[in-house]
């Protein structure tokens, strides 16, 4: 099995458990860094910040520039902080055309 190959299959099974419990706002589903960090360690086909550098590559993450989180407005505290940040389109699109099947018959 090839690395990308792997790296879509864990996108997709993360943001699929994320859906069930992470509401999708304006494409986005925000999580904390902690949880991000723990869902990425779980399979350890590569390293957290090779899979990190993959997931901003591959634009499954919306990132400042050197890092893998944006601020994020958390009303509870009433304070900004930094959140990882999935794009549910790119989601939408990879899962999509994971799942779509050629035949060339």
């Known amino acids: 099995m090839r690395v990308l190959e792997l790296i879509i299959k864990e996108y997709l099974s993360i943001m699929s458990y994320l859906i069930g419990s992470e509401p999708a706002e304006n494409n986005r589903i925000t999580i904390d860094k902690e949880l991000f960090q723990t869902l990425l360690e779980e399979n350890r086909y590569l390293e957290f910040r090779q899979k990190t550098k993959a997931y901003k590559h591959l634009g499954f993450i919306i990132h400042d520039k050197n890092n893998y989180t944006l601020p994020c407005k958390d009303p509870e505290i009433n304070k900004t902080v930094r959140r990882v940040v999935f794009n549910y389109e790119t989601y ?10 050629l035949n060339f018959d």
Not at 92 to 101: D, F, I, R
């Open 92 to 101: 939408l699109s990879v899962k999509k055309l994971y799942e779509t099947e």
